[in-house]
């Protein structure tokens, strides 16, 4: 399990801003770093299950050892779009974690400032 901040701002500590979320959730929130970065989540505009369900099959599934081909067929995943920086875009669309190793962080994490100054312009996603 992992600890989220619901608003967003990694510097946010105060327990209302907190959850507990398994990782795969947590992929699923921050999509751009493994979509767009490391690779590993694929974007899909249809599926056969809630985005809650497909983290769960996919477990399910992945442990009985089936491929990511199965499984996404499984679960109707159909239609694989590219990632945009963009809620209103992403808010419509189903995630699915592959099983392949994910790409290395081919630049250091963003800088602190550069965290606030994203988090500050949210809306301009």
């Not at 500590?13 to 795969?24: A, W, Y």
């Not at 985005?51 to 199965?70: F, H, P, S, W, Y």
């Not at 995943?77 to 945009?84: A, C, I, T």
């Amino acid at each position: 399990m992992q600890v989220n901040h619901i608003d967003g701002n990694p510097k946010n500590h105060v327990d209302e801003n907190l959850e507990v979320i398994c990782p795969s959730c947590h992929m699923i929130l921050h999509s751009g770093l493994w979509a767009k970065v490391r690779g590993i989540l694929l974007l899909f505009k249809k599926s056969g299950f809630s985005q809650n369900d497909i983290v769960r099959i996919t477990r399910e599934m992945r442990l009985a050892g089936k491929a990511d081909d199965d499984i996404i067929q499984h679960l109707g995943l159909r239609e694989r779009v590219p990632w945009k920086q963009d809620l209103d875009y992403l808010s419509h669309l189903y995630g699915f974690i592959s099983s392949k190793q994910y790409l290395p962080t081919p630049k250091p994490l963003l800088s602190e400032w550069e965290q606030k100054d994203r988090i500050v312009n949210k809306e301009s996603w």
